[in-house]
């Protein structure tokens, strides 16, 4: 069965520093990979995914993520943090199998919160 | 904007009421999913469509039916909600069925009194 772990509820960072919010996956197949954030009140955005190929991937506002198939991971990160970036960010994968095993599977998300 | 737009974005509902939520996807995309978002808890998937045909229901109750009369327009008809239904609830759509990133309207945030 397919699962999404975030571990951490929330991150606390201070403005200008990196940041990084975590996941780890289990498919049975190989992973697709995928970030969201959702700022308040709103629906969520799509920031970046992994399918294939290099193993970092660069997205959205300056956001990247590395996959890391033998840790299982696909762990966010960005260089430096704007206020702007506190959100709520999810982590999700479906499986390459097909059928329901190819919906998206989504973590409980992590809340960034990045102070001046 | 993502290309998905939903109504009302906000829905105050008793529980012998009937309403519906709406979703329309201006992307072209051939499916389109129902979530439930509800506090500390992760995304529910409630429903899928692929080509206005329903492809998934994860086990929700009859008190919600879904609609999809063409590709574009989903619904979400309630009725004799109850109070731990309130949530919000997003619709999104895909290219295809789980093919490709998911794009999410902003959300309908229904409260059951």
């Known amino acids: 069965a397919q699962s999404v772990a975030q571990p951490e509820d929330q991150v606390n960072v201070a403005e200008g520093n990196p940041l990084t919010v975590k996941c780890t996956y289990s498919?049975?197949?190989?992973?697709?990979l995928f970030w969201y954030v959702q700022y308040p009140n709103r629906g969520l955005q799509f920031l970046l995914k992994?399918?294939?190929?290099?193993?970092l991937v660069k997205g959205s506002y300056g956001f990247e993520a590395e996959f890391n198939k033998s840790q299982t991971s696909f762990h966010l990160k960005k260089p430096s943090a704007l206020v702007s970036d506190s959100a709520l960010y999810f982590c999700?994968?479906?499986?390459?199998?097909?059928?329901?095993?190819?919906?998206?599977?989504f973590g409980k998300g992590t809340k960034l919160s990045v102070k001046p | 904007e993502t290309g998905v737009t939903q109504t009302p974005r906000h829905l105050v509902m008793g529980m012998t009421n009937k309403k519906s939520l709406k979703c329309e996807q201006h992307l072209g995309h051939n499916a389109m999913y129902w979530y439930k978002q509800s506090a500390k808890k992760p995304l529910e998937l409630m429903f899928v469509y692929s080509l206005e045909e329903r492809v998934e229901n994860n086990s929700v109750p009859s008190r919600f039916s879904p609609e999809c009369p063409n590709s574009s327009h989903l619904f979400l008809h309630l009725h004799t909600l109850q109070p731990e239904d309130s949530a919000l609830y997003l619709c999104?759509?895909?290219?295809?069925?789980?093919?490709?990133?998911?794009?999410f309207g902003p959300g309908t945030r229904l409260t059951v009194l």
């Open positions: 498919v049975s197949g190989n992973p697709y």
């Open positions: 992994y399918i294939t190929g290099d193993n």
């Open positions: 999104a759509s895909s290219p295809r069925e789980a093919l490709g990133e998911q794009f």
């Open positions: 999700a994968v479906r499986d390459d199998l097909g059928g329901s095993q190819g919906n998206l599977i």
